[in-house]
């Protein structure tokens, strides 16, 4: 009985050192790639807490969670979607859009992500001092949602004219909350310079946000074969090489685990251990 215990207990105190603990590089099923990383410890530590992978992959902002729908890793961007939003098919309560400073200088949205500020007031400051931020992009006019969109006709048919709006960038939505803007609703699309000629129902609702990516000797690290880290303390860059090796630079011949294969393995193993403590014990 007591060696039966024993047995058991060492099983057990196995289990967790089986799971190794390297960095994830899929969210579901979108690679996760420096200088992004969903693990602590793992991508750049700028970028770090960024993403949330719970369900789906998301961008934590004290506005709230988005919902990354895209990254492009070639071009720097990513496309991110805030389910709370209007678009043309949906009027939701509106809410501001808000980044960390530090999000703002890394990952700001990109010039042709272009906000749509609709129903405002007559006394809205973009419609009077701060006129000169709206623009029409790419030949389209406010009236174009207001008659194309289902969700947006609302605006028309409850007030019987049709109310201001802007088109304009990031920066006024930053600026200023929806309250000093005194519109009630807003909603955001990107990409906008492939629009010309596309109606409002086909617009690609969301934000593009483009990315910097701090120059730490990542290069050096990943042609090792390791995956780009650092030390949560210090913040200083590792090179992650396999659960046992980090080196600063990049990882000696040999020393290197690939995550992917790692978690199979360690899952494989996890299974096997867990077989084998079923059929002990029905065996007992
Ligand atoms: C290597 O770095 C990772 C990420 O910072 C950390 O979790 C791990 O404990 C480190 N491993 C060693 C052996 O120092
Ligand atoms: C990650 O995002 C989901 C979805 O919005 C949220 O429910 C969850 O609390 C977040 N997790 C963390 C650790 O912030
Ligand atoms: C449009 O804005 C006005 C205030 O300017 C507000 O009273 C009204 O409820 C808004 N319309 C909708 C459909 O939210
Ligand atoms: C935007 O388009 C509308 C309608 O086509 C036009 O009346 C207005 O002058 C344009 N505004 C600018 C700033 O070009």
Redesign the pocket.
């Known amino acids: 009985m007591t060696k039966k215990f024993h047995h058991l207990t060492l099983l057990l105190l196995l289990l967790p050192t089986l799971s190794l603990s390297l960095c994830r590089n899929f969210c579901g099923n979108m690679g996760i790639k420096y200088p992004f990383g969903i693990d602590d410890g793992c991508g750049a530590p700028q970028f770090s807490k960024m993403l949330n992978c719970s369900t789906d992959l998301f961008f934590q902002t004290p506005s709230g969670n988005y919902k990354v729908q895209s990254i492009d890793y070639d071009k720097k961007s990513l496309i991110i979607y805030d389910p709370a939003m209007s678009t043309c098919s949906i009027l939701q309560p509106h809410h501001d859009f808000v980044m960390t400073e530090i999000q703002y200088a890394l990952i700001p949205p990109s010039p042709d992500t272009v906000f749509a500020l609709l129903n405002c007031s007559i006394d809205s400051p973009v419609l009077n001092h701060y006129k000169s931020l709206?623009?029409?992009f790419s030949?389209?006019?406010?009236?174009e949602l207001y008659g194309a969109c289902t969700a947006f006709r609302l605006f028309h048919l409850l007030s019987n004219t049709t109310p201001p709006c802007c088109f304009t960038g990031y920066n006024t939505v930053k600026y200023m909350t929806m309250d000093i803007l005194d519109c009630s609703h807003y909603t955001s699309m990107y990409n906008v310079d492939a629009l010309k000629g596309v109606g409002p129902l086909d617009w690609l609702y969301g934000m593009k946000l483009s990315y910097s990516v701090p120059d730490t000797g990542c290069d050096q690290c990943s042609k090792s074969g390791g995956t780009c880290g650092f030390d949560v303390e210090t913040k200083g860059m590792l090179c992650i090489c396999s659960t046992t090796v980090n080196s600063t630079r990049e990882c000696a011949a040999g020393s290197v685990t690939a995550t992917g294969e790692a978690h199979m393995l360690s899952t494989l193993l996890q299974t096997l251990v867990l077989l084998f403590v079923a059929t002990y014990c029905m065996i007992l």
Request: charged share 10%.
């Open positions: 709206c623009f029409n030949g389209h006019s406010c009236d």
